[in-house]
């Protein structure tokens, strides 16, 4: 927990560094190591107790002493202070996608608004004209923006509820008295996005367990407490809505917490043709009040006639007819993927050396690993020139004998303005699996993005197109492109298309997977690893995977690593 609060402590020191027009390298230091606390493995607390902070990357003594003051006293007295020293909107504003710490100052100073929504409404007046700096287009960016931020407002990423959830799971089930306990809502459902995190416990006892989860250190408000459910609010800011029921009603109430809304009233309306009632508490029968189902929810489903309906296809999207003629395909899991096709190393902007990616993709189990670092256009995130790529590709080579795990050397190739790639066709066909991507012009016309797709699929050295659709969320919306255009020439030419599981980018998503998978198209699920521990993100692919519905067969790098082989060579 403290290695979040610090990570974003750093970030708004730098934050305010950038709008106070500080030393460059200073504010570069903290955005530095923000992302080293971000990625470290262990928590802070344990390595202050190793004496081993002055050894995290980027954390020189100054850093150290202001993270040791913040871990054993709950404050960093520069960031008080600092924060003191600019209007709140302006930290704010910097959130909002197009402004950058300059606007913000201008925006502070010239409008004396207090609060974003006040700002908008002064904007939308014009109040804002003549100001140099500011251009009427500016304006306009500056208001899409705030849109953007509203929509996204209170909405957490699937990958950082995950993280919360988890973590008061465990804590609760190591405070005893429960017998089951499990995320429910559309967190269960694995949705990009979620809005509150409902917990689902089975227990004899729930005064001992809301007692319990109300006490964790975790919660920073109580916002209700009942007999049976309590909702609170996290120190992120996290609503969790969390119910207690009795052991032999779990199935049922899981499946009515679970949801979604538009398959459980389907649900519903079947019981009732049967003769029958469904809530939370089980199936009875209308006539007897006989309960018929509820302690797990096969039995729910199969009172009503029904195959189990795995969460993640719970969207009334035509499930419950498959259910109905015991059709539900067996969705992708987690075991069946047998390498990660995306990974960056420290050459590139990762972070890791060749033989610990070997290393920890072998204790995953995963018979293959692509290292996938960037090419030579983008130089921001560390691109390899042809011949880093080729040094490269001798020492994978080299390692590989020695791993036990099969270490491929691949690229995500830059598709360049005019749709060419980054490397030659001479760089190209030494590779053993090249991924395209776009990480510039997202704004060009759909037309010319789809274009410079196709025209990378066209390249017969191309395996895998990566962030088909470029999002990000919280920062930027998929740009525009003739997908179906492109699913389709990828599925003729034997391109794989990626589902990207970094949990901003889930890209493709869950729809587009869908169409995909209808078109015959074949995915490749990766992680875009830069750390460790973004390895764990495959898990977010996945369920994107079975949202989708889609099978093992689908997916790329679910075969063994001899069919894989055989399968990308053209
Ligand atoms: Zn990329
Ligand atoms: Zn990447």
Known sequence: MKNQELTKIFDYIADILEIKGDNLFRIRAYRRAARNIENLGEEIEKIIKDGAVDDIPGIGEDLAEKIKEYVSTGKMWFYEKLKKSIPKLALDLMAVPGVGPKTAKILCDRLKAKSIKELEKYLSQGRLKNIPGLREKKIANILKGIKFIRKSEHKIPLGEAFRISEEIISRLKKLGEIEKITAAGSLRRMKETIRDIDILIASLKPQKVIENFTALPEIKQVASRGKTKSTVITKDDVQIDMRVVRPQSFGSALCYFTGSKN?????????????????????????????????????????????????????????????????????????????????????????????????????????????????????????????????NIKKVRKINKKTGIRLLIGSEVDILDNGRLDYGNNVLKELDFAIAAIHSGFRESKDKLTYRFLKAIESKFVNMIAHPTGRLMGVRDAYEI??????????????????NAFPARLDLDDNASHRAKELGVTIGISTDTHTRKNFGNMFFGVGVARRAWLEKKDVLNTLSLADFLKKIRK
Do not use: Q, W
């Open 263 to 391: 398959h459980n009233i389907r649900l519903r309306k079947m019981a009732v043709a049967k003769g029958l009632k469904m809530n939370e508490y089980g199936i009875f029968e209308i006539r007897t009040n006989k309960k018929i189902a509820g302690k797990n929810e096969e039995s729910v489903y199969s009172a009503l006639g029904l195959a189990y309906i795995p969460p993640e296809m719970r969207e009334d999207k035509g499930e419950i007819e498959l259910a109905r003629g015991h059709n539900i395909p067996r969705l992708l899991e987690l075991e069946d993927i047998k390498g990660d096709l995306h990974v960056h190393s420290d050459s590139s902007d990762g972070m890791l050396k060749f033989e610990d990616i070997a290393l920890i993709c072998r204790e995953i189990g995963y018979e293959y690993v692509v290292i996938t670092d960037h090419s030579k256009s983008l130089r921001i995130a560390g691109g390899l020139s042809e011949k880093e790529l080729f040094t």
């Open 482 to 499: 003739d997908l179906d255009k492109i699913l389709k020439t990828a599925r003729d030419a034997n391109v794989a298309v990626e589902i």
